[in-house]
């Protein structure tokens, strides 16, 4: 398995960004995948989930109606669009896949800041 995630960057509250996980390694689209961040000093926590055929995804509530996401399966990509930044949203996040769940790329660092 091999996730590698990307389109993190510095970007000011109420912007936007859209990170991209490019999967490897297992069949794609067999599989649920989430995201999840880890803000500074905190544990990592649940983001977003999709199941494997890109229906009725779910969201943490710090999110809900800010952030979509997706999945391309004839690409192995999933993606967060991620709106109306804010400052909490500051956190590297990751990719992760029902395939091997314990497997965690190296993220992609979102800093929100004027």
């Known amino acids: 398995v091999q996730l590698v995630e990307s389109g993190g960057g510095l970007v000011q509250p109420g912007g936007s960004l859209r990170l991209s996980c490019a999967a490897s390694?297992?069949?794609?689209?067999?599989?649920?995948m989430r995201w999840y961040r880890q803000p500074p000093g905190k544990e990592r926590e649940l983001v977003a989930y999709i199941p494997s055929d890109g229906g009725m995804s779910t969201y943490a509530d710090s999110v809900k109606g800010r952030f979509t996401i997706s999945r391309d399966n004839a690409k192995n990509t999933v993606f967060l669009q991620m709106n109306s930044l804010k400052p909490e949203d500051t956190a590297v996040y990751y990719c992760?896949?029902?395939?091997?769940?314990?497997?965690w790329g190296q993220g992609t660092q979102v800093t929100v800041s004027s």
């Open positions: 390694g297992f069949t794609f689209s067999w599989y649920y």
């Open positions: 992760n896949t029902g395939a091997a769940p314990r497997y």
